[in-house]
RNA sequence: GCCGGGAUGGCGAAAUCGGUAGACGCAGCGGAUUCAAAAUCCGCCGGUGGUGACACUGUGAGGGUUCGAGUCCCUCUCCCGGCACCA
């Protein structure tokens, strides 16, 4: 056995042990409870950052648990292949974006290896192999028949420079990119997944998942957004619009109705579009809606304008002309297009009037009991509930009053009825891009849009492709798009649209139980592991990912796939890993940021940072505070230069050390420094016990007083870690493990039983430690001799007997505060502690001989005597 | 703009159901060891006052509930994540 801690020569060789004995394979196996544990799985983009480090040695911990635990544990890992940075690649260095990818999964691969992951890496999968996508086009196919795929306009950025469409990240300031052009909106034919049809479903079923975490299932409540109210239609004016019809808005507050002073349309709503064929200033209006890009982030903080198209509706109810606006912050892409606009009652609505002069009507009171007191106007939209007022008929309703009686007379002049609107809208997949999962369609001009027959699949994505940045490949490759039809045989176009990448990330944690099936999308096998028990992951993903994950597999469900309906059963968002970030801002206020590493900070006798300079010129540079670790703030710490210092399970235990796993991570040099220091000290008791202690010594039933402490102390510790584990909070765990290595430290080893509670502790230690530092636990496992593989050693609970304490300290509070403590027996009843409290000197002084008023007794805490 | 989250010593954090605020670690300071340094070990370590015992004060700001609030309620400030084509 080494005395020093090596981690190289440890890590290698358990990494080779494990290797050897194929220690993470797995198979279904009916005797044993399964544990499918799943880290999202990484695009890769050349080499690992520390999220993703984070990210695996959360799973890899909770793996292994459950391992120790007794259960079957599968932990697979694979590569989200398909993505932009792989065409950004091929454009920067005239690399092709398929060997530039397997190039970086070939290097990660190694990075994952070295970092002592268990993944059975028998499963792997890549999202851009034919093997996998074939069956996402096969699913495609499927879907498009069952009609959960459609064809419809959506709205996409446009470059008119690059002739290409732009994702909105490659939207800056309203600009291009590459170009630097004005980015236009432009609508292009997509194909859409009809996520609606599950809106229902995928709301309702976020009660069955309690271990998803609140914050979680609330933010995918609001996405979906399901209200309820009322489907007004505003009948033409047939003079100004001249045809019949009417204007369909949605509200959720119908009893605002006799409030309407106006309703305002989007801009490509089909009523502004006939106003602005004579209407210049329309016309002109609805062209500068076009300009810019389509992120929702963008619309919402536009300057709200708006335009009179000089059309006319008629109010429902009360059968008044109103003027019809487009309005740039009505997007047509939510509910009908239109709005129905109530100045008095809603902020956005009142706004926009008083900027444009329209009428404001209170028809809402904000008075609970006299309706009669009505808000004025022009202070404020009131969009509070209330009775109604100025309202005719419906006058002194509540909120739900009015509604149902507005609604009802609606109804019965079918002019509207009650219904529920989702603000969750159809999930548009296509992308006019290179790297990514062909769309299986074909374009006849006889048979229309014909899928793919499941013989003719995989369409697989060429590789002999020049990526320009300009316009789409696939889309000047007649050698791709040039077919014929399956139905017709006649001359037809391939689609060449790929699918977007979050469609591979849906559903390839069922791909992964039966990723060698050259027949099935999923077999058998799939329906033994799944759903996945443990989903780690950050929480950037709580939305999109997970809630088209959960779309995915629903619609897997009904095409007889697999049986289940929700894909996780457990969730857990793991925080960013930040560092701090210094800057220097140019004349034009653009910022350079600089490497930690090149700075030098000067501190205040407290040690708080006062200013810091570049340490090459000695002139300042801001101190920008904790950023996402990332290229452009020239803030990460490389993983790979971490364990080629201190080893893997360093960077593991300081990841899971320095902060709960949902919180922010901050990077700290010298907090690895310390997790490392650790590391050290347990080899180095391990390695002195090794050549003391004897494993058979049997702990006598009694100890002396001094070791009973400390055995009681290290079973406390053990208790307080497995409450942990339970609930992921890893850094307590270490906590407690360093608080028994405190503990084993003071033992006195000359004596047997202390050198037999020694080893009982340092076996309790190791295992402890060994899901999250694999590699120094088995070491001293093997070394000290206490048994087989640790991977497979039973999880150490405390004992009962090591607990037991006679006497235990209670704190003393006079009127609620802290003023002593009370050492009494473990058994005492309420009026012994009562009275032993009272008695007591504290209680004494600071009661100033006053009685007592109250006495609260919390047992095993606390003695509180209020005067 | 909308939705969600966060704020506790010099720093990362802990405090399980409303019950000892700051466990554990980092940094710092003092000491031991050393020719010296590194490493290691021991001690101190929220603030103010006090030699000390101790007292007062303290969990982003302001208010409230309670015998008792970091924890619950109301109002506010700042920071972070998402917003449908980054993954």
Redesign the pocket.
Known sequence: MQDKYQPATIEAAAQQHWEHTAAFRVTEDPKRPKYYCLSMF??PSGKFHMGHVRNYTIGDALARYHRMKGFNVLQPMGW?A????AENAAIQHDVPPAAWTYANIDYMRGQLKRLGFAFDWSREIATCAPSYYRWEQWLFTRLFEKGLIYKKL?T??WDPVDET???????IDGRGWRSDALVEKRE?P?YYMR?TAYADELLAALDELPDWP???K??QK??I?RSEGVEVHFPYDEQSIGKAGVLKVFTTRADTLLGATYVAVAAEHPLATQAAANNPTLAAFIEECKKGG????DL??LEKKGVDTGLRVVHPLNGESLPVWVANYVLM??GEGAVMAVPAHD??DFAFAGKYGLPVKTVVSSAHDAYQEVVAPWLDAYAEHGRLVNSGKYDGLDFQAAVDAIAADLDARGLGQKRVQF???????????YWGCPIPMVHCDDCGDVPVPDAQLPVVLPEDVTITGRGSPLARLPSFYECSCPKCGKPARRETDTM???VE?SWYFLRYASNDSQTAMVDARANYWAPVDQYIG????????LLYSRFFTRAMRDCGLVSISEPFTRLLTQG?VVANGYYREDDSGKKQWFSPAEVSIT?DE????LSATLTADGAPVTIG????MSKSKNNGVDPQALIEQYGADTARLFIM????PE????W?D??V???S??L??VW?FGYALASEASLQVAIPAQLPAAVADVRREIHTHL??AN??FGKH?F??V??AA??I??AL?KLPRSETAAQAVAAEGFSILLRLLSPITPHIAHALWQEGGFGADILDAPWPEPLDAALTQDEI?L?L?I?????G?LRIAATASRSDIEHAALASGSAQK?MEGQPAK?I?V?PG??V?I?V
């Open positions: 990484p695009y989200d398909f993505g932009m940075p959506g996409v950025n469409v732009l994702a909105n990240e490659q939207v292009i997509m996520i609140e914050q979680v609330l933010m609001n996405w957004g389509v992120a929702e982030a919402a903080t892409g939510y902020e956005r603000r969750l809208r159809d999930w548009g997949i296509s992308r006019q891009r977007d990448t979050f990330s950050g929480i950037e993903h709580a939305i999109l990912h960013m501190t407290r040690n708080r940072p505070g904790m950023v996402k050390f320095t902060a709960p919180q922010q991570l901050e700290s010298s907090g420094e310390g997790a220091r650790f050290r000290r180095n208790k307080q409450y942990d909070q850094n307590t270490v906590s360093m608080k290595l405190n430290e300290e704190m509070q009127n609620g505060k802290l003023r403590s600071f109250k609260v919390v805490r606390l509180n209020v």
